[in-house]
């Protein structure tokens, strides 16, 4: 039995990190853990420009903690208006290191988002031209498609046919929920990959909605049915190098989960290769844990790997209830939880 696991130091291909007083209370748990982020672009107003992306970028730097090593990785925000020379020239400067293409109303902050990919073919000739990376949040919006369906319908109107049109684009098809996802990202060219959350390794819909409902394990794309998660851990503890650690950590306020309408979210951040790190051990996969967390992503990306390493020890970590921040509280992932690994650092 291994009682101490040494791998390179991991990244973190999909977090949410705010900003203002919330970014300062939560961006220390992700530099803890990881050296690099990609760093969601869905603030309000959202990050849509070369000069937004960089004033985001220090005002994040400036909030980690003292001491800390850590590199934000800025996502550009397309919005039907996106112009194909801002996206190049930030890219080109080292700025943007991809681009989120959220749905219109498909999540949180994404009012601005796309209403029809035909609306942004410009910006996405170039990105494939540039060899840029497509962040994807992989929903369709339509009243009439249920919303455990989005994902798989997602695929079928919106991601098959992108692709069949420009079939060398990069794309990230992001915290995948679904068994069509799976299949669809491994059955796909090599320039396509996915980010897989912890929370869909570790719940399906019932930790939604048995017993009550359970806003602190709502998150969007939502959880779905036991087959789809069982796909995940699949291909997630593969050894595939299509899919890579994403957590999507998105925090919100307490409040504003326990509401009668209550955000979608999930704050993973704290604990979570400890929580990765489990699934991989149940599905006997110790030995896939360091390409999923550590070498899949980069060399997606295109980017150098980590040098330094990082240690996780067999030993009891208990995850508190809430976690102060910005003078409320967040309720994180595993809340109560005794988990088996800790992260050493
Ligand atoms: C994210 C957020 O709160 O910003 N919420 C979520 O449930 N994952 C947005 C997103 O990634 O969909
Ligand atoms: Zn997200």
Same mark, same amino acid.
Request: charged share 25%; net charge negative.
């Given at each position: ?8 130091? &991991? ?16 961006? #220390? ?7 690099? @982020?990609?760093?969601? &672009?869905?603030?309000? /107003? ?18 980690? *903690?003292?001491?800390? =090593?850590?590199?934000? +990785? ?9 112009? /194909?020379? $801002? ?34 073919? !410009? ?10 990376? +497509?962040?994807?949040? !992989? $929903? ?8 455990? =369906?989005?994902? @798989? ?6 991601? @098959? *046919? ?5 079939? =060398? ?6 915290? +995948? ?20 959350? &912890? ?9 939604? +909605?048995?017993?009550?409902?359970? /806003? ?14 069982? @796909? ?15 957590? =999507? ?8 989960? $326990?509401?009668?309408? !209550? ?27 360091? #390409?999923?967390?550590? $070498? ?7 980017? &150098? ?26 309720? *994180? ?13």
């Amino acid at each position: 039995m291994t009682d101490s696991l040494t791998i390179r130091r &991991p990244d973190d291909w999909h977090v949410h990190l705010r900003d203002g007083a919330m970014l300062e209370a939560v961006v #220390g748990h992700t530099a803890r853990q990881f050296a690099r @982020a990609i760093v969601m &672009p869905n603030l309000t /107003p959202p990050v849509t420009t070369v000069a937004a992306a960089q004033a985001y970028r220090e005002r994040i730097i400036a909030a980690l *903690p003292e001491g800390a =090593d850590f590199t934000p +990785l800025m996502t550009c925000y397309l919005t039907n208006n996106t112009d /194909p020379d $801002e996206v190049r020239r930030g890219f080109e400067a080292g700025v943007f290191t991809a681009c989120k293409l959220y749905p219109a109303g498909a999540t949180t902050n994404s009012d601005s988002g796309v209403t029809d990919v035909a609306n942004i073919r !410009g910006v996405l000739e170039v990105m494939a031209e540039i060899g840029m990376v +497509l962040c994807v949040h !992989g $929903e369709v919006t339509s009243a009439d498609v249920d919303i455990f =369906d989005r994902e @798989a319908v997602f695929i079928e109107r919106t991601l @098959a *046919p992108l692709l069949k049109g420009l079939p =060398d684009l990069k794309v990230v098809f992001e915290h +995948l929920t679904s068994e069509e996802g799976v299949q669809f990202v491994e059955s796909a060219g090599a320039n396509v990959a996915a980010t897989i959350t &912890p929370q869909h390794l570790h719940i399906n819909r019932n930790a939604m +909605l048995v017993g009550g409902m359970r /806003p602190h394990a709502y998150c969007l794309p939502v959880a779905k049915r036991e087959k789809h998660r069982l @796909a995940l851990r699949r291909a997630a503890t593969s050894g595939s190098p299509k899919f890579f650690l994403g957590t =999507d950590s998105a925090p919100h306020a307490r409040e504003a989960k $326990e509401s009668a309408c !209550g955000c979608a979210g999930i704050f993973n951040a704290p604990f979570a290769l400890e929580s990765y790190l489990s699934v991989f051990e149940d599905e006997g996969a110790i030995d896939h844990f360091e #390409g999923f967390a550590s $070498e899949n992503g980069p060399r997606f990306y295109g980017l &150098p790997m980590n040098e330094d390493r990082v240690t996780l020890e067999r030993a009891q970590t208990e995850v508190p209830e809430a976690i102060k921040a910005d003078g409320t509280q967040l309720v *994180p992932f595993h809340a109560g939880e005794k988990l088996r690994w800790r992260f050493l650092g």
